[in-house]
């Protein structure tokens, strides 16, 4: 019997978030990021315990329809990248489609956002990883991403 194997996605994707991720103050940087990257011209930043029990980051910019505010939290899904060539031509903050769901998969995440158009807005529930719950809310143009208990499902980070 061989004693290497393959992780589960899903332990893969809690170390990957590590990377990403070290503290909390990378996880506000990615989410301030998101923010200018958006176009937003007002950014609130809430903070409780250094981060840990809470993030919270909202902002006034183009926010997201219901479909991309489910693709956001998946990994390397991105609007800001589509081929290499792209890749010479960057002109946002992020590109990697690697920051919300590294954050939603170590963390209980609570992402709201409406477009300034949109009658509704759409809130998304992500708990290390996994999706709870997608509802229609009401709620101002932009995005409000809420981040609790970081690192709850990783001690190793945690320590580090
Ligand atoms: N505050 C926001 N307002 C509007 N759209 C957002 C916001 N935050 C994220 N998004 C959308 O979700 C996508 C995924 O965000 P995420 O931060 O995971 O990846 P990224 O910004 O594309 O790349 P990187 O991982 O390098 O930050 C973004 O490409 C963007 O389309
Ligand atoms: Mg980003």
């Given at each position: 019997m061989s004693r290497i194997h393959k992780l589960s996605p899903q332990i893969a994707n809690q170390i990957a978030a590590g990377e990403v991720v070290e503290r909390p103050a990378n996880a506000v940087k990615e989410l301030v990021e998101n923010a200018l990257d958006a176009g937003a011209r007002r950014i609130e930043i809430e903070i409780e315990e250094g981060g840990k029990k809470l993030i919270r980051v909202r902002d006034d910019g183009s926010g997201m329809s219901g479909e991309d505010a489910i693709l956001?939290?998946?990994?390397?899904?991105?609007?800001?990248?589509?081929?290499?060539?792209?890749l010479f031509a960057i002109?946002?903050?992020?590109?990697?489609?690697e920051a919300l769901p590294s954050v939603a998969s170590v963390s209980r995440l609570e992402l709201t956002t409406r477009e300034a158009e949109a009658e509704a807005g759409t809130r998304v529930v992500v708990e290390a990883g996994v999706v709870l719950d997608v509802s229609e809310v009401g709620c101002a143009p932009g995005t409000e991403i809420a981040v609790h208990n970081l690192f709850f499902n990783t001690p190793a980070r945690f320590k580090f």
């Open positions: 956001a939290l998946q990994r390397h899904a991105t609007s800001k990248l589509r081929d290499a060539d792209d002109r946002t903050l992020g590109f990697r489609g």
